[in-house]
Antibody
Framework: QLQLQESGPGLVKPSETLSLTCTVSGGSISSSSYYWGWIRQPPGKGLEWIGS???????YYSPSLKSRVTISVDTSKNQFSLKLGSVTAADTAVYYCARQGTTSCVDYWGQGTLVTVSS | QSALTQPASVSGSPGQSITISCTGTSSDVGGYNYVSWYQQHPGKAPKLMIYDVSNRPSGVSNRFSGSKSGNTASLTISGLQAEDEGDYYCGSYTSTRTLVVFGGGTKLTVL
């Protein structure tokens, strides 16, 4: 059974960089049939796609976050990571790592991790 | 402002049927048969309920069904049960370089 698990600091100071890692078990991120990426949800609000990658292919980023986001991949550890720079309180959210099919549906989600931006 | 438009809330009594709409454009919902629906309970990750407009993943009750007409997709839940209460989100493939766009979510209350 595929499982995804987010890890990283739960508190980040304004203007600093948010860093999260997703560890995948029960499947390989090197699979060419899926996208892997990040989705966030501010408290009490809806879902926002951040970005996804297709192993060996292009990394896609949300246009609204593109200037601040980097997604990287470590196939040796079956992990991928998110970095979001110059954070503000508006970046406070539950961050999910997820697997997407090629038709965009998100079929597997991590449990989510709350990241709060505050001094 | 979300890319796809959903009603903020819907409600129904146990045993009844409800429908949640999701309106987009010809660049997303109307242009592709790649609409998905997610159920989210408080404090939990979303769960995929419908993909590619009308397909159910293994294990999802056949009380959940999806359809699409033009730029609007719909999720219908028949035989409402208390456990169906929660938030529902639609998502769609889009022709822009955004791989997926979501609706703002609909809160379902089972009366």
């Amino acid at each position: 059974q595929l499982q995804l698990q987010e890890s990283g600091p739960g508190l980040v100071k304004p203007s600093e960089t948010l860093s999260l890692t997703c560890t995948v078990s029960g499947g390989s991120i090197s699979s060419s049939s899926y996208y892997w990426g990040w989705i966030r949800q501010p408290p009490g609000k809806g879902l926002e796609w951040i970005g996804s990658f297709y192993f060996g292919g292009t990394i896609y980023y949300s246009p609204s976050l593109k200037s601040r986001v980097t997604i990287s991949v470590d196939t040796s550890k079956n992990q991928f990571s998110l970095k979001l720079g110059s954070v503000t309180a508006a970046d406070t959210a539950v961050y999910y790592c997820a697997r997407q099919g090629t038709t965009s549906c998100v079929d597997y989600w991590g449990q989510g991790t709350l990241v709060t931006v505050s001094s | 402002q979300s890319a796809l438009t959903q009603p903020a809330s819907v409600s129904g009594s146990p045993g009844q049927s409800i429908t949640i709409s999701c309106t987009g454009t010809s660049s997303d919902v109307g242009g592709y048969n790649y609409v998905s629906w997610y159920q989210q309970h408080p404090g939990k990750a979303p769960k995929l309920m419908i993909y590619d407009v009308s397909n159910r993943p293994s294990g999802v009750s056949n009380r959940f069904s999806g359809s699409k007409s033009g730029n609007t997709a719909s999720l219908t839940i028949s035989g409402l049960q208390a456990e169906d209460e929660g938030d529902y989100y639609c998502g769609s493939y889009t022709s822009t370089r955004t791989l997926v766009v979501f609706g703002g979510g609909t809160k379902l209350t089972v009366l």
